[in-house]
């Protein structure tokens, strides 16, 4: 079909100038992240063409305009050791050359104004559309590009645009967040002899928001965050939680009667045998659930993937959005558990939020952690059960030898039996390397039914609120930066033998200690301010550090008389620099208060005032 706004062109037509590129290292020394003029994509040869004019194109850093080693110009995916998606397909082409008939006779499509190129890693599955595309693409396009006004997203990978009739998942949400036009994949272009020319392409995504890694290299796990990570994380997610629901009309404000309790059960594998008797075991413990509704939502994959309509997805987005608790087996669809609430812990926790993740026979809780991880970061409580009993394990043979898993199809049932009889061992740690090892296909492909039993102590941990949030100890609380203290002023006495220094807090001090940032019912709060004084010939002090030239006192008020010294003689004068600081012993301080010294001194000399 025709695509908007993209136009067939002439080559040379495009290219009245040559290619230009100028790159960044990422923030907090993340991956590259470039910026093209005139950058084509040869779809015949997958590759990317640089028209090079030795005089005019401008290279950034200079040293690429020399360099002979391979070039990482950034990740079109920042799924993590996966080196699938760098970007250092760029092929040169003299800019005088092409008039040359090989390329002239190509259809060349001109994208005009600023392109976002990448790439989409695994799109039908709700965890890897989370984690590896939409957030990455939503922290790039409003945290590292800004203000840049995008006209398209160039998805440069091989998934298709449409799935069994019904509308592709990822570009559904795209269009719905960014517009129609915006999603522009590499098959809507004829596949031969086209060229695919950009006026400006950026390249490179964001890998801020990533909190799991899935095992290429190392066996899967957590990422380590530090706590300024973690808490951009849960920013970065409650923004993309707001546009999202927001773009589907989904009220984020959910009634008494909408407020639910969730049971995910899947409709193609991993499946909960019981899944009646455990749905109507919990219906009866509502009481205890403080009287809030179950709802039990059948997950077909084929139908949460690849939505009949925008109204079929926002409604099954909402069933998330309300609910303040999540049952369910180990699956992608967790990761929708981000949409329970607006990212928060102090908040998570008045509104009670929990997920308990459910795992088959032979699958420790403690080495699968994406959804762990996702709940603390988010500040929900979590909880997990695993099966342990074999008995309860069933190993559905029609599925295990089937295409729909590829890496165990092919084995034979002597190898089958050998994963069977081993079921019962714990994995070996090259048994959580990604992504065919059979000992894990077999195992997380299991179906299970769910001994009520043992799973009655977690239910009561969940009544009880007695969870924990893992990463409630390690939450940093972000600077308040105080203001420069006001009307600093001074004074000497008639005869010069004293010095009266006098000064207003600074202005946004009352706006932290009368706020909810600070809860007067349960903290003590000091305000306190550190005077420097210097001579006059000294450079001034650092933000941080007094100068050990100075003399520095503390003082909780707002006045100082100070005798005359060697620092600060009359006829000579001295350099006063004030600095505030807040004391707070509070468990609900949110903020912690910082100062600095003045931004410049105030001089005091005798008949100088």
């Known amino acids: 079909p025709p695509i908007p706004n993209i136009f067939e062109i002439n080559l040379l037509l495009f290219l009245h100038s040559p290619s230009s590129i100028w790159c960044t290292d990422g923030l907090g020394g993340g991956p590259t992240n470039c910026r093209f003029e005139s950058l084509c994509l040869n779809l015949t040869t997958q590759e990317y063409i640089f028209a090079l004019d030795i005089d005019r194109s401008i290279f950034y850093p200079p040293k690429l305009r020399t360099t002979e080693e391979e070039l990482e110009l950034g990740q079109l995916s920042p799924v993590v050791d996966h080196n699938l998606f760098s970007f250092k397909h760029l092929v040169t082409v003299p800019y005088p050359a092409l008039g040359q008939q090989q390329l002239v006779n190509n259809t060349v499509y001109l994208v005009p104004g600023h392109t976002l190129i990448a790439s989409r890693f695994k799109p039908n599955n709700w965890m890897h559309l989370l984690h590896d595309d939409l957030l990455p693409l939503y922290a790039t396009i409003h945290h590292q590009l800004g203000a840049i006004h995008l006209g398209h997203l160039f998805l ?5 645009s449409v799935e069994h009739h019904h509308h592709n998942l990822s570009e559904l949400i795209l269009r719905a967040l960014y517009g129609e036009e915006f999603p522009l994949p590499r098959g809507h272009f004829p596949p031969t002899d086209s060229l695919v020319c950009f006026e400006s392409a950026f390249i490179g995504l964001s890998n801020a928001t990533a909190w799991y890694q899935y095992g290429f290299r190392r066996p899967q796990g957590p990422l380590e965050r530090s706590p300024e990570e973690r808490a951009y994380i849960r920013a970065t997610i409650a923004a993309f939680r707001t546009s999202l629901l ?14 639910t ?11 909960i045998l019981n899944v009646q008797e455990l749905f109507e075991h919990l219906q009866n413990r509502s009481k205890q659930f403080n009287g809030r509704n179950l709802r039990l939502l059948m997950v077909d994959r084929r139908r949460s993937l690849s939505p009949a309509s925008p109204a079929e997805l926002a409604s099954h987005l909402k069933a998330f959005t309300c609910a303040d608790g999540v049952i369910a087996m180990h699956g992608s669809e967790l990761a929708l558990s981000l949409l329970l609430m607006a990212p928060g812990g102090s908040h998570a926790k008045k509104r009670r939020t929990f997920l308990l993740e459910l795992f088959p026979y032979g699958v420790s809780p403690r080495q699968f952690t ?19 009993r074999r008995e309860d394990a069933h190993f559905p043979q029609e599925l295990l030898t089937s295409s729909l898993v590829p890496g165990l ?23 959580l390397l990604c992504c065919d090892q059979p000992a894990w296909l077999y195992r997380i492909y299991q179906d299970t039914r769910v001994d009520l039993e043992s799973l009655v102590p977690i239910l009561k941990d969940i009544e009880e609120e007695e969870g924990k949030n893992e990463d409630d100890d390690q939450i940093s609380l972000p600077a308040f930066r105080l203001s420069d203290v006001t ?30 940032l600070i809860s007067p019912s349960t903290s003590t709060t000091t305000v306190r301010y550190e005077v420097l004084l210097q001579q006059r010939s000294p450079p001034p002090p650092s933000s941080s550090e007094t100068s050990e030239e100075g003399l520095v006192i503390a003082t909780t008020t707002t006045s100082l008389t100070l005798p005359s010294n060697d620092l600060c ?41």
């Not at 309790?261 to 499946?271: E, G, K, W």
Request: hydrophobic residues 40%; charged residues 20%; aromatic residues 12%.
């Open 409 to 431: 199809a092919h084995l034979s049932t002597k190898e089958m039996r050998q994963l069977h009889e081993t079921v019962d061992q714990p994995l070996q740690q090259w048994a």
């Open 487 to 516: 009307d600093l002023r001074c004074s000497w006495s008639a005869n010069g033998t004293t010095l009266h220094l006098a000064w207003k807090p600074p202005w946004n001090l009352s706006l932290l200690l009368f706020s909810d």
């Open 569 to 609: 003689r009359p006829q000579h004068g001295c350099h006063i620099w004030v600095k505030p600081a807040v004391d707070a012993n509070t468990t609900n301080l949110k903020y912690r208060a910082v100062g600095f010294f003045s931004q410049s001194p105030l001089l005091c000399v005798f008949n100088h005032q």
């Open 261 to 271: 309790l969730l049971l995910l059960a899947r409709a193609q594998n991993r499946r």
């Open 156 to 160: 440069d990978d091989h998934w298709t």
């Open 370 to 388: 994406p959804f762990r991880r996702l709940a603390s970061l988010l500040g929900h409580r979590y909880y997990a059960w695993g099966n342990t």
């Open 246 to 259: 927001t773009a589907f009309h989904i009220d984020p404000l959910c009634s008494t009667e909408e407020r």
